[in-house]
């Protein structure tokens, strides 16, 4: 019994010392350290004075151009509040001198930035990288970041080992995009100071969240990621063995606002002028020489006729309030948009798939992606009405997402239901109309007999009288929406509705001023073989409001306020059994069941007790060690996405924390027990 005593007594103890550093292990809510509950948004944050964003141009499509076609569209850019060109050059594009020499001389007439991206789809020679960066890291209008030349690359992971030399002698921050590995993987070539991401279209028939983006955060672990919007994808250039597209749909308007949550270091819109692959936002200026020739090999032109240029109508006011927290509307516009050809047109799709096989996706029908919708945003500076006719016929649209405090962008759907005709956009406020316009047809009519899935933009905008400003600004915001993918769908539709929405784990996709529950001071754990995602889910919802569906299992409290599980004995033997062979937690056990008889009540007691003690040694050894090797990370915030590998200490802490509880309620009935 003193045996018995003297572990009772060290259990104790070694709680205490545990408590004393829980708040630097445990992923306990509510953790100064750890789950930020003040802002209910650990990743939200107040913008950065570096903050920027560029649009993706090919100057292969410009190959023609004069300095005064160059200026022309800097001014487009800089009024959309678009800070510089990321400008794509290959090694084989036409005229490449010539065209970087024009769009450098504008650049410095306009007082607007450029920097490179090098495209290694054509390999380049490192001597010719260090050639062009030499020559115009030093001009004016040559884009800087923290104080060095900026650079960027489409793929080109093969010649990584290049850039240390390029680095050493330029100076240059280098940010490339390595996608075709994926963060971790482009992290390890050891040359990249930031990492951008391609990953700008959804997969499948799914809207676009942003997993990805938070991959890259996590394993970038601080340093800058550079944050992929775009508004379309369609291509079909059997030249180039292209022929797929990806949903855009809602995608203009759903990217943008998941950048407002994400808050990246910069943002590049893909592109300003890849009409190829459908995704432009520039003008298309039809009388210039060589605009289509990449357009060449296409069944037919599906960028001829097609404009986009009044998707960047909704850029000034998101682009400021991405980049300084708030933002005024001195102009309210409304712009629409939707495919000329519907999915029940009865034309050949022309082969194209949803999805692509090249880049191992699994294909599906363009039909099962793209929607039979006319989508619309507007920028207003109070709530107004929206109508949308096809062939006069209006549809009764209504807005689906509307901002926080009526200042701002709103946007919404409305299925075309079959009719067919000319498409119009109204924005009224009490029965008076705003702004309109109209144009672009609805057909069955197909170029080719071909369906074309590119899109058709129009919008247009009128001054408001008194301009309008938010309230209150974005870092003052949290989730008020959002939702996840599989299992972590009901709890991230939960905790994101009431304010915690933790990338990597669930997707926000709206915000607003969430009004938190009181918290409850109550830890809450994954199950055993769940991943270290629920951690911060886990512990939201269990110290603010049990979620719904069962969702969590309860686990010992802080204060070693043991759930009564009603378990049968096989039950408690295999969880112990696991406890052993695993170090993790499957379910609480408690006193045996009452329906044993007092012997076999006993020896289970005693027997639990001893298998938990030798869980215990071997747990705590496994603590000290991983809490010795992860002192120099206790400044991090605890999600275990975020630390170093090997460094995550939370299931070897939830299994030390459950298997203290465990002992401890083991304890009890075993002094009582008459031996």
């Known amino acids: 019994m003193n045996l018995l005593l003297l572990l009772s007594s060290a259990l104790l103890l070694f709680n205490k010392l545990v408590s004393a550093n829980a708040d630097s292990v445990t992923p306990e809510y509510g953790s100064g350290r750890n789950l930020q509950r003040e802002t209910a948004a650990a990743q939200l944050t107040c913008p950065r004075n570096e903050k920027s964003v560029f649009a993706h141009f090919m100057v292969g499509n410009a190959y023609t151009w004069t300095v005064a076609q160059w200026e022309r569209d800097m001014a487009i ?12 050059i290959a090694s084989n594009d036409r005229n490449l001198a010539s065209s970087i020499s024009h769009a450098f001389e504008a650049a410095s007439n306009s007082g607007f930035k450029l920097f490179f991206s090098f495209d290694y789809a054509n390999n380049w020679l490192k ?19 923290k104080s060095k030349p900026f650079v960027s690359t489409f793929e080109g992971p093969g010649s990584s080992d290049d850039w240390v030399d390029i680095k050493a002698q330029t100076g240059c921050f280098f940010m490339p995009d390595y996608s075709s590995l994926g963060a971790k993987e482009a992290l390890k070539l050891g040359v990249a100071d930031g990492l951008f991401s391609w990953a700008a279209w959804p997969w499948g028939p799914i809207d676009m969240n942003t997993y990805v983006d938070a991959s890259y955060r996590d394993f970038l672990k601080g340093l800058p990621y550079m944050m992929p919007i775009s508004p379309w994808f369609f291509t079909n250039l059997p030249q180039w063995d292209k022929n797929w597209l990806w949903r855009g749909d809602d995608l203009w308007y759903d990217r943008w606002e998941e950048a407002l949550y994400v808050q990246p270091d910069l943002i590049e819109i893909i592109s300003w002028n890849d009409f190829g692959e459908s995704h432009y936002v520039g003008p298309v200026d039809e009388t210039d020489e060589g605009i289509f020739d990449a357009l060449a090999s296409a069944p037919y032109n599906y960028a001829k006729g097609m404009p986009h240029a009044t998707w960047l109508l909704l850029l000034p006011f998101v682009i400021d309030l991405y980049k300084f927290g708030t933002a005024t509307v001195k102009v309210e516009t409304a712009v629409t948009w939707f495919r000329p050809n519907p999915n029940s047109a009865g034309c050949s799709d022309g082969g194209t798939t949803g999805n692509t096989a090249s880049q191992l996706q699994i294909e599906f029908k363009p039909t099962e992606i793209m929607q039979d919708k006319v989508f619309f945003s507007a920028v207003l500076g109070a709530y107004a009405d929206v109508f949308i006719t096809v062939g006069g016929v209006d549809l ?13 962008i709103y946007h919404g759907s409305i299925d075309i239901g079959g009719h067919l005709g000319e498409v119009s956009i109204e924005i009224k406020r009490n029965g008076v109309s705003i702004t309109s316009s109209h144009g672009g047809q609805i057909t069955n009519a197909c170029q080719g007999g071909i369906q074309n899935f590119n899109a058709y933009v ?9 301009s309008s400003t938010p309230t209150i600004p974005i870092c003052g915001l949290n989730c008020t929406s959002g939702s996840g993918t599989g299992n972590f ?13 933790p990338l990597g784990a669930c997707f926000c996709t709206g915000m607003g001023v969430a009004t938190l529950p009181p918290s409850k001071n109550v830890v809450g754990y994954p199950n055993a073989n769940e991943d270290a995602n629920y951690l911060g889910l886990c512990a939201f919802g269990k110290s603010a409001i049990n979620p719904p569906g069962g969702v969590l299992t309860i686990r010992p409290t802080s204060n070693f306020d043991i759930l009564k599980s009603k378990l049968d004995l096989n039950n408690q033997i295999h969880d112990v059994q696991i406890l052993l062979k695993q170090s993790k937690v499957g379910r609480v056990v408690t006193r045996p069941p009452d329906d044993l008889s007092n012997l076999q009540s006993k020896m289970l007691t005693v027997y639990q007790l001893a298998i938990t003690a030798i869980v215990l040694l071997n747990t705590v050894a496994q603590y000290l060690v991983c809490h010795w090797r992860r002192r120099q990370y206790l400044h991090l915030p605890h999600q275990a996405a975020r630390l170093a590998p090997g460094m995550d200490c939370s299931k070897v802490y939830a299994a030390l924390h459950a298997t203290l509880g465990i002992a401890r309620s083991m304890l009890v009935p075993v002094l009582e027990l008459d031996l």
Do not use: R
């Open 127 to 145: 001597s010719d990288v260090l050639k062009y960066i030499n020559q115009y890291s030093g001009n004016v209008a040559y884009f800087h970041y």
């Open 396 to 408: 009764g649209a209504k807005w689906e997402n509307k901002p926080y405090g009526g200042i701002g």
């Open 77 to 88: 850019a800089s009024n959309a509040h678009i800070d510089a060109f990321a400008l794509n």
């Open 458 to 466: 129009m919008g247009s905008s009128a001054p408001l009288g008194t």
């Open 489 to 501: 769908k009901q709890i991230c539709e939960f905790s994101c509705g009431i304010g915690y929405c």
